[in-house]
T-cell receptor, first 111, second 112 residues
C-alpha cells in the first residue's frame, strides 16, 4: 500500500534555529498538506499545496513558515526561526481518491 | 467556523464487546468525513472515508455512519480486541475547502 514518508522522525533544535521537515507524498496524489499536533491537543491544519503553490493556509501558518516542492517527489516545511511553542508533532499528508493519507510524523522539540 | 466534538473522550471496555464512538460537527455543509486511528506517538491511519452523499461505510469489523443533516457520525466496532486500543479521530472536510477539521479523539482501551 502506498505510503507518505516523513524524515526525520525526531528533531531537536535550539530556539531561533531554522528547521526543514521533509516528506515524500504518494506519487499520484495532487494535493499535499502539513498538519501539526501539539501534545494533548487536536490535530491542526497548517497549509495545503496544489500545482506548486499554496492553495489554503491557516492563521497559524505565518511568515516564519514556508513550504516547497523542490523536485517531483519531495515536499518540505521550513520553519525559519523556531520558538518553544513550535514544539509539536508535524504530519505531512496527501489526498487521493480514498481520502487523506498521513505520514508517521516528525516530532519537533525546540529547546 | 466548523467545530468537531467527540464523545466520550475515553472509553474502557472488556474484550469482545461491541462499541460505538460518537462524532458531531456544527456545520453540515461537509464534503466528506474520515475516521482515523492514532497509536501513541504515531501517525494517523485512515480507517473509513464517508462522502457527504453516503450514509455508511464498512470495513471488516468497523462500520461508520453519517447523518449530515444532524451533524453526526458514529464509528461502530464489533467484537473489540486488545489490538483495537488506540485513539480514534474523526475529521471533516468542508465543502469548498481542502483542510480537515479534527475532533480531539476518543481514547479506547480494550482489556483482555
Amino acid at each position: 500500500e502506498p505510503e507518505v514518508t516523513q524524515t526525520p522522525s525526531h528533531q531537536v533544535t535550539q530556539m531561533g534555529q531554522e528547521v526543514i521537515l521533509r516528506c515524500v507524498p504518494i506519487s499520484n496524489h495532487l494535493y499535499f498538506y502539513w498538519y501539526r499536533q501539539i501534545l494533548g491537543q487536536k490535530v491542526e491544519f497548517l497549509v495545503s499545496f496544489y500545482n506548486n503553490e499554496i492553495s489554503e493556509k491557516s492563521e497559524i501558518f505565518d511568515d516564519q513558515f514556508s513550504v516547497e516542492r523542490p523536485d517531483g517527489s519531495n515536499f518540505t516545511l521550513k520553519i525559519r526561526s523556531t520558538k518553544l511553542e513550535d514544539s509539536a508533532m508535524y504530519f505531512c499528508a496527501s489526498n487521493g481518491n480514498y481520502g487523506y493519507t498521513f505520514g508517521s510524523g516528525t516530532r519537533l522539540t525546540v529547546v | 467556523k466548523q467545530e468537531v466534538t467527540q464523545i466520550p473522550a475515553a472509553l474502557s471496555v472488556p474484550e469482545g464487546e461491541n462499541l460505538v464512538l460518537n462524532c458531531s460537527f456544527t456545520d453540515s455543509a461537509i464534503y466528506n468525513l474520515q475516521w482515523f486511528r492514532q497509536d501513541p506517538g504515531k501517525g494517523l491511519t485512515s480507517l473509513l472515508l464517508i462522502q457527504s452523499s453516503q450514509r455508511e461505510q464498512t470495513s471488516g469489523r468497523l462500520n461508520a455512519s453519517l447523518d449530515k443533516s444532524s451533524g453526526r457520525s458514529t464509528l461502530y466496532i464489533a467484537a473489540s480486541q486488545p489490538g483495537d486500543s488506540a485513539t480514534y479521530l474523526c475529521a471533516v472536510r468542508q465543502g469548498g475547502s481542502e483542510k480537515l477539521v479534527f475532533g480531539k479523539g476518543t481514547k479506547l482501551t480494550v482489556n483482555p
